[in-house]
């Protein structure tokens, strides 16, 4: 008979293997389409195209809030590109510090007048200035929105084909902008490209170039150099190849102007701009019917700082999670629908079922196992050895991207920087991992709250307010204490948890055992009458020759010897005996259920410290 | 967990499990070899690398002529991309009598048949590889050519794309005629990559006008090369300023050749401005002025801004009132472009509404500023 | 002044056009340092105080009009002979150079022998 956790487990084995299953298909045309890009660089030399009038060039656009400590060094690094003829537009989205002023003042900006068509709307501009000193540098200033409503005013005002939307405190590679531009020129109906976005904590920069690639210092920095190279490097390139890639990072990506204003811009009622984007581009062109293509490219495109303190990171990925959710849900018309084709089908279950429900599979599962530990309906070996197999994978899958980047591009360059990937891939999986499953979880848990508080506000036509965490590229600040009460309760219910299956050692009670030993078949139902204290009757058929169990436990003396009594009556050959126990421990109870394993059993009593001759019938019994 | 088959269940975990510790054990090990021995390649690249630039400079500067040494030095495949790519660069960077000498050098016969044995090779990247080689260099013979040739109609974009370079940098028009023809008749090309295409094909180095109009005035009538891809080559002739061309293109315009197709009339009338061609801006006032499309309204706008001429007025005027807002746009730049009679009109126009007031003025302001 | 070799700053950050310049240079007996950066290159400038220097505008890290700029604004290298040298064959760049007093100009790919004339020409100044 199959019990209900029987089917628990089968599902959720059948959930790990599937996953898994698709990383291992994602990991292998990752790797060899990998190699294969690394060959086909510099096809394209574009001597040609650079010198014609009738190539537009590309619009980088750059948000900036409230960063005068650091907008000169950026703004600058952006002017470095080896591209010709591009154009930089920083937003200055509203910020209440001097980033204005800096920038005024760095660049010898001067205003000027350009007319800017509200193809999408946006917050009012104040003013557009242009840079003495560098005549593609562009800076728009204008009132508070956030991140999306800032890129769209950059779309606005850009008059390029391309346009490419960055984070302000991301780095770019000098040769970006050639490296995406082959994507455009490869196939004409490409309308976004996207690239690897690194981990730049830590490394040395010298005047916004980098200098040296070194691994981050801090804990949360290092187990995000592996998490990034595993995303991208398996996952995004996967997608790619099958021509479903749904995501393209908000610290880097390319698009086409038109293709972006076909479709309206960014939306700026959701906290995953990014993706919603690239699905709203992929819905309207396969509704259309327009041919179309999404292109992602393993090259290392742009670095970018991660936080390295854990509720900055947890807020992030709690953020991640409800723009994800978010997309999806207002995409949900595309899953399963034919007419999107193997976006339907496979991109956006995907993401629904792995990346969306992940984090409530993987706490339900440690849920479920703690729980059956606590209810003693866990074998421990399947638990373990489970565990391990899956956090095995895991590091499989982030070691064979540490190999891949070995293969490819190199741009850790000590020896010891793959043994630190490799300590960091391995030790992710305690503690770092389920902590991201709960901030995840978090996250839908927010997402599904905010979402009714979200229909409500736009019946009432507040459409665009949404909290804090969307103000375009945080600032890293520390977020104010807050008493832990998830902590607490966690706390609890592990505690509680825990106290229930100890109970008996921690509260031991005097109690009377029956045991029983011979080589009959007994049937014990109807000799007990006395009501068992712990543990209900037993029912024993086995033909085994000689076999010895407990009948029962009893509080009272009393009511131990009179099931001894009736026993006793049954059959001459039984030989039916109290034992007196100080401290009871269920070494002997002999479920019918999982519990049935002499191994089992005999390391429970050895944890519990019983010396073996106290219950020598037993022991030899077990052991048969 | 499972009643009955439990240790079946525990077992195929097991396995599973220790197979990935393996696995995982072999990852990390490949890669630490992988990376001594890229350390080790790299270290000697950097040593062939000074080699090979001693004896480039060496033999460019006039200093040695004697190539002999220089190719026992050169072995290996890996020598061999090595040495084309330092060359590759410095051609990219230096022109005059240096250019032939490092040209010369890339044609050393060691070189060369390694990369006539790519050019015959199956795999697509190595074909590519080949011809991009021949793309650096003059004298291609003819079995290379025919093989450049039949590589420039592949189905690869990459491979199709690397073959034409080959064949574009030769100083035969007729033979960068066919490469760019075949090109052109793809209909998945990109707009950008035809771009690139000719103004390869035009001649920097030595003066071809003539031929390559005649070329270019070819591929302008043959009907199976797609609408887009045509609107591209008329648009680049005007660009790059084949004069010669100019009545064949106004009388494609009037005799409304391929007139269902919006790029062609689209690149028509932007060449029309940019040669500044008097008879096109009077055909255009009456036709390209209503036409169904924005896009070509578009164009009309920015071939009068042009011309700047006064003449136009009216037809900016229509176009001023157009529906599409891209179109007003357009036609307000020409407007305040052609001096102090457009802008009379302009404030006629901004009279009218508001919305064309803030319009003008802003237009009026940038183009002050600028 | 005839023993005492002109000293030239090549900053530049393509190996082979450095290494050909370097070799060129010092064959008609001037002494030659290479910084394949902005920031060497600064660095150098100041400390060696050349008699020319050779800038390219596209130079990864700061670019080149950075360090024409930062030359510039310094009192102690505000008066050195600066040639630019450049991929980018744009008017504005032109005459940004020319404002910040450039003496010569030479767009890439550029001739070997116009570089040297150009040098020469600069030298004589």
Partial sequence: MMGFMDYISIAVIGYFLVINLVYLILITISFFYIRQQMREKNVFSLEGLFSSNLYNPISILAPAYNEESTVVASVRSLLQLQFPNYEVIVINDGSKDRTMDVLIEHFKLKKVDRYVPLILSHKPIKAIYKSELYPELLVVDKENGRKADALNTGINVSRNDLICSIDADSVLEPKVLQNMLKCFIEDDTTIAVGGIVRIANDCVFEDNVMKEVRIPKSFYARIQVVEYLRAFLF???????????????????????????????????????????????????????????????????????????????????????????????????????????????????????????????????????????????????????????????????????????EYTYRRYPNISHIFIMFFYALIENFGYRQMHSWWRLMGLVDFVKGNKSWGEMTRKGFGTQQPAAAAPVVKVAKPPMKFPFGFLFLALFIGSGVAFKFRETIWPEERYDVEYTGRDTLTTQSAIRPAPVFESMIQATSSTPQFHFVLGTFRSQDNALRLQASLGTLRDSSNVSTSHLTSGVEVYRVSLGRYDKPYMTWRLRKRFGFAEDQYPDAYTAKIE | MFTGTESDAIRFVWIIASLLAILSLYLLFTSVIVRVASRYVERQKEKRKNLYYGFIIAYITGERNDTTKLEKKIKS??????????????????????????????????????????????????????????????????????????????????????????????????????????????????????????????????????????????????????????????????????????????????????????????????????????????????????????????????????????????????????????????????????????????????????DLQTLIRSIRNEMETA | MSDESIRVLLIEDNPGISRLVEFKLSHEKMKVVVADNGITGLAKAKELMPDLILLDVMLPGIGGFEVLQAIREDPQTKNLKVIMLTSKNREEDLQRGFSMGVIEYISKPFKLGELMMRINRALEK
Avoid at chain 1, 300 to 323: F, I, S
Avoid at chain 2, 186 to 194: D, P, Q, T
Avoid at chain 2, 254 to 283: H, T
Avoid at chain 2, 290 to 298: D, E, K, Q
Wanted: hydrophobic residues 45%; negative net charge; aromatic residues 12%.
């Fill in chain 2, 77 to 354: 495949e890996f020598d061999i991309d090595l040495f084309v790519e330092i060359i590759a660069d410095m051609m990219s960077q230096l022109d005059g009598q240096e250019y032939p000498k490092l040209q010369a050098l890339l044609v050393l016969p060691v070189v060369k048949t390694h990369f006539w044995d790519r050019l015959r090779s199956r795999i697509v990247n190595k074909q590519t590889e080949a011809c991009l080689y021949y793309a650096l260099i003059l004298d291609v013979n003819d079995d290379e050519r025919a093989y450049l040739r039949t590589y420039v109609k592949s189905n690869s974009a990459l491979l199709a794309h690397s073959a034409a370079s080959g064949l574009l940098s030769s100083n035969d028009p007729a033979l960068r005629y066919e490469a760019v023809l075949n090109m052109a008749r793809k209909k998945r090309i990109s707009r950008l990559a035809m771009l690139e295409m000719l103004y390869k094909f035009h001649n920097t180095q030595v003066d071809q006008f003539e031929e390559e109009a005649e070329f270019l005035s070819e591929l302008l009538t043959d009907t199976s090369i797609p609408g887009n891809n045509i609107g591209v080559v008329i648009r680049s002739i005007a660009d790059i300023g084949y004069s010669q061309l100019v009545m064949v293109l106004y009388d494609f315009l009037e005799s409304g050749y391929r007139a269902d197709e919006d790029d062609v009339v689209d690149g028509l009338i932007y060449a029309m401005g940019r040669f500044q061609f008097g008879p096109a801006g009077d055909w255009m006032m009456k036709t390209t002025v209503t036409h169904p499309n924005a896009r070509i309204r578009r164009a009309t706008a920015h071939a009068f801004e042009i011309f700047n001429d006064t003449r136009y007025l009216p037809s900016l005027l229509i176009l001023a009132h157009d529906s599409e807002l891209t179109v007003r746009i357009r036609a307000i730049f020409a407007m305040v472009a052609m001096g102090p009679e457009g802008q009379a009109h302009l404030d006629e126009l901004s009279e009218q509404t508001s």
């Fill in chain 1, 235 to 405: 996952g995004r390139v996967g997608w790619d190849y099958l021509d479903s890639l749904l995501i393209i990072s908000g610290a880097f990506g390319l698009f086409d102007r038109q293709a972006v204003l076909k479709v309206g811009g960014y939306l700026h009622d959701t906290v995953g701009e990014d993706m919603e984007l690239v699905v709203r581009m992929h819905r309207y062109h396969r509704e259309q019917k327009i041919p179309y293509r999404v292109r992602f490219i393993p090259e290392p495109v742009c670095w970018t700082e991660v936080p390295e303190e854990r509720a900055v990171l947890a807020r992030q990925r709690n953020r991640w999670q409800r723009g994800l959710a978010d997309t999806l849900w207002r995409h949900k018309k595309m899953m399963f629908n034919p007419r999107y084709g193997r976006l339907g089908f496979f991109a956006m279950p995907f993401f629904f079922f792995i990346e969306m429900l992940g984090p409530i599979v993987e706490v339900g599962g440690y849920l479920f196992f703690f729980l059956s530990w606590v209810f003693d309906a866990l074998n421990m070996e399947f638990a373990v050895v489970f565990l391990a197999a899956s956090i095995l994978l895991g590091m499989v899958l982030s070691i064979s991207s540490v190999l891949c980047e």
